[in-house]
Every structure is written in C-alpha cells, then in structure tokens.
C-alpha cells in the first residue's frame, strides 16, 4: 500500500537525479524490499507520516533487489534492511543515536512520532550546518543491531 | 520653598498644555511653540513647501504664457491649497488655471499663508513665493484678453477644433512639451490654441482647416529649418497650399524641437502615424509606421493578446507555462534564499543546482546531464575522513572488484581438449 503512494525507485538515474533535485528540503531513502516484515512496518510510518513532514522532508523508496540500485547497496555499505538514509542538499547526513552505525537508520521506528522527531533534528541541524546531529529519541526506542567489521 | 514653588508652577505649566495637531508633521504633540524648532518639524517642513511650491511651478509657467483649457482637460486640472486647505477646481475657467491663479492672488490666501508661516515656522519673507503678486495677475488678464480678442478673430474652425474633445489621454506630456517650449526656443504664443493644439491632441478629422497666424516665431535661428516639424499634423496635412515645401510651412506657421517630435512618435501608434502618410512629408521618420492601417480598437479589431492562431496558442500555453515555472521558482528562489541560513549544509551546491535546473528547465542544457558514475557524497561506516575521500575509496574498490573478476575470467578460458595424438597427427599436415 505505502509502496504504491511513495515513489519506489529502482534505477541509478532515479536515485541520482531525486539526491541532486531535493534542495532545501530532507530526503528520506529507504532502502528494503517490500516483502519484509520490519519493512513494511517502516513504510507505512513513513507513509503516514509523509504529509507531516512534506514542508521540510522527502520520503522515497528504493528497491534493494534492483539490478542498478546495487551499486548503491555498495557505497552506502547496506547490510540490514531496512536501512534509512537521509540527505540534505546532497550531502549526507548523519545521526549518532548510539549504535555502532552512525551513517543510517537500521529497522523501523516504535511510532510515528519518533520518525518525525528523527527528521526534524536531522533537518534542524542541516539548516545550521551540521553533518552529525544526535538522535533525539531515548536508547530504549533505537532498534539495535551489530555489524560485524567489513563482513568479516 | 521658593524653589518648589516654581517646580509646582512649571508642572502646572506642563499639565496645562494642550495637545495640538501639527499638519505639517501630521502628529499630535503637547510641545507648545518649541515644537517648530525641532528638526524632524523643519525637515517635513521643507519638503511640505517644496511639494507645494513644485505644484506651483506649472501654474507659474501659465502665468507667464496664458493658454486656454478645453473641458477636457479642465477636469483633470485643479490644486490643493495647503494654506488655505481647501481645493481648487477648474470647472469653469476658460483658461489654463485660471481659478487658481485667482485664488493665489486673493487676500485670504495672503492671510492664510501668513498664519500659516507665523504658526509652523518656515520664515515670513517667503510669503510671496506662495502666492501670486498683484502685478503678475495684472499681466495674466491683460495677456488673457488679448488671446480672448485674438481667438474671436481668428478662424471659426479654431474654434470649432477648440469645442472638440480631443482624444489625448497624455495629458502629462501636454505639459512636458509646453517646459520644453520655454526652455529650448523663444516662441511667443499669441494664438488661444498654441498650447491647446498638440501633436497627440490633433484629430484625426480631416474636416476643418486651421491656420495659425497669430503664432510667430521670435527668430532664434540657429538649425531652425531642419529642427522644425509642424506640431499639429492633421492641420498641415489638410492645408491648401500646393507648391509650398513642408519644412517651409512649418518654419512659417507652427514649429516645435525635435524632442516634441520624437515624443508624438513614441505615443502616437495609430491614428496619428497613418494620418502622417502624405505626400508633402520629406522628414526622416523615426519610430516604426504601419504601410498599411492596421485594424485597431476603434475599427472593432481584437486587441493583439487575443489574437492567436492554433499554433501560437500551443506556444502561448507553452510559454505561460515555462513563465509560470519560472516565476515560481525564482519567487520560491528569492524567498527561500531570504530565508534560510547561509550556511546551512549544500548551500552553495543548492544555489548551483538551482539555476542548472532552471536552465534546465528553459532548455539551455539538457536535463539529467549527470554521469551514470555520480555517486553523493557519503560517509562510510568503517570510513575515517572526509566524504570525499569514501567515494574515492568505494571508485577504488569497485576498480579492484572489476579487475579481478576480469582477471579472474581470464584465466579461466575453457578450451575443448584435444589429444595428444590428434594434435600430433594435424602437425605434420601443416608443415607439409
């Protein structure tokens, strides 16, 4: 459902082109695949949550089972789905919320709130010029997770 | 006690002031007298008399060179007296500011003017540039007289033009041409339409005849022949005179300076352009004439932005659309850039990309011209640096990844296998 109201990319060109053409505003990727519990739990907060945070935020899916995407699932290291990426005026955008990877969210989030309190720091401190923010949401609602050194 | 009973008396003093209303600064004060020698008070003053006394420049100008109004015009003309705060209309006068004139010279004025300097400062030697003199006035009537008696004398078709409503909506470059009359050639009008006939005003009816002999020329004659172009085209256009070269019947009737020339040019776009089409006028034309009479809103044509075939509707709609795009984004542009911190995160890479797209959008250069190999800048996980420096580390590694499937693909070439007997027995029929 979420999956057909956001736009869902599948090719290089298309994320390419939605990093460069967002200016101003926080763009929300995620990377998974439809068929995936967590997933879907995620889209539709993101979803619901897509027209709150149109202002300033915006929220697209990318299909880590595409052919092209895969180079991306490469630079951005995605080893969990899903995976959340944020950008702002094509910079990346980082957020230290206690876990061992501080370049992207991995899992879903407990409610809508805390995605919009997530996206809304990130927007915060991009608009004063920070690359890291820190995650404004209590340890206890951060999913985690252990990533094994280069995959080894 | 003394001291605090003159405390108590320059309180009382205070509370006993009133309030009053200065229409100079347009401000209630309870300053009293003081309140004249205050700057803000003298600034506002200077600029309230010099507006005034702007508006009075023109009526000045037609103190000295009386000219008749049409009724046409005598609406739009009137004058706000700020001394005496009262408005003077035009209705009914026969000549050009006529009623304020007479408001200027009459006693109540003086007075009001008077009060008004001893009230809000602003020095009483100036009372008489506010006003007009008794002897100025003396002047204007007589010169009014005489261009009443010359009009009576003159041709009926003067008047009949005169009666008419002339259709010159510019009225302010009326008054620009009359300035530059004074200023640029000594022309002395004794005629009642020298100032009423201009170059927009002449209609384009081709039924009466006007000559002008009552407007001569104070010889001024440096490049007069040339400078001079007829001021009321239609008038010369219907002139009998055959044999007579234009230059020479403007030199000896009308004349004005190029300028005004190039004024009715710029103005005029139809009826007066293709009424210049004759055969006397040698002029070099400046400003574009039609070759053939364009339909025009009095011949009941469509205005031209409503005037589109299929094709330019196409493009009408096309470009409507561009400029809406364009509009909006260079609204959002400006209020955005107003509006966010300069030093937000891809500020400068915002700004650049912004104006790609919007060439992008007009079509300057191809949309989506990035390389298929672009990648964002990105933080790795494992990356220690600057973000740069990952994307070349990930170049580096999909390098490697590629090279060593290449490689590794290389070494396995599967070949068929072939005996040593069959590879010995084909060797031999080669070399033979």
Known sequence: MSGILLPTLSKKKEVDSIIRDTLDKLLVLRFGRPSDPICLQLDDILFKTSHEVSKFAAIALVDIDSEEIQVYVKYFDISLIPSTIFFFNAHHMKMDSGTADHTKWVGSFHRKQDFIDVVEAIYRGAMKGKLIVSCPLPPERIPKFQLLFKNL | MEKEKKKKQKQKQKQKRQFEFCKVCKLNHDQGRGHIYFPNHKKSLSSFLSRFLSNLSELRSFLKNPSSLTPHHALQNGLWCVFCDSNISELHSSFACENSIKHLAGA????????????????????????????????????????????????????????????????????????????????????????????????????????????????????????????????????????????????????????????????????????????????????????????????????????????????????????????????DQSHKSRKLNPKRVGAAWAEKRRIELEREKRGEIAANNCDDSWLPNFGRVWQAGTRKESRKEFEMEKQRLFNIENTSEASIVIQPYKSKKAVSSTTPKILL
Not at chain 2, 240 to 247: A, E, F, K, L, Q
Request: aromatic share 8%.
């Open chain 2, 108 to 331: 109540e004025h003086l007075n009001n003017v008077r009060e008004f300097l001893r009230k809000y400062g602003g020095g009483m030697d100036r009372v008489d540039s506010f006003r007009v003199s008794e002897s100025d006035l003396d002047k204007w009537e007589k010169n009014c007289k005489s261009l009443k008696n010359a009009a009576s004398s003159s041709s009926e078709g003067s008047f009949v033009h005169l009666s008419r409503p002339s259709k010159d909506i510019h009225y302010k470059l009326n008054s620009v041409t009359t300035d530059r009359f004074e200023k640029t050639s000594n022309f002395s009008f004794k005629s009642s339409f020298s100032n009423s006939v201009m170059p927009l005003q002449c209609n384009t009816n081709e039924s009466y005849q006007v000559s002008h002999p009552e407007v001569t020329r104070v010889a001024n004659s440096a490049a007069v022949p040339y400078d001079a172009v007829p001021l009321s085209m239609s008038t010369h256009r219907n002139m009998d005179v055959p044999g007579m070269s234009t230059i020479e019947s403007a030199a000896g009737h009308h004349t004005v300076c190029m300028e005004s020339q190039h004024a009715c040019f710029s103005n005029s776009r139809g009826s007066t352009a293709t009424s210049f089409h004759n055969d006397s006028w040698s002029f070099t034309q400046i400003g574009r004439l039609p070759e053939e009479p364009i339909a025009n809103v009095y011949s009941g044509a469509p205005p031209p932005w409503l005037e589109m075939g299929e094709e330019s509707g196409i493009n009408l709609g096309a470009t409507k659309d561009l400029h809406m795009n364009d509009v909006v984004s260079h609204s």
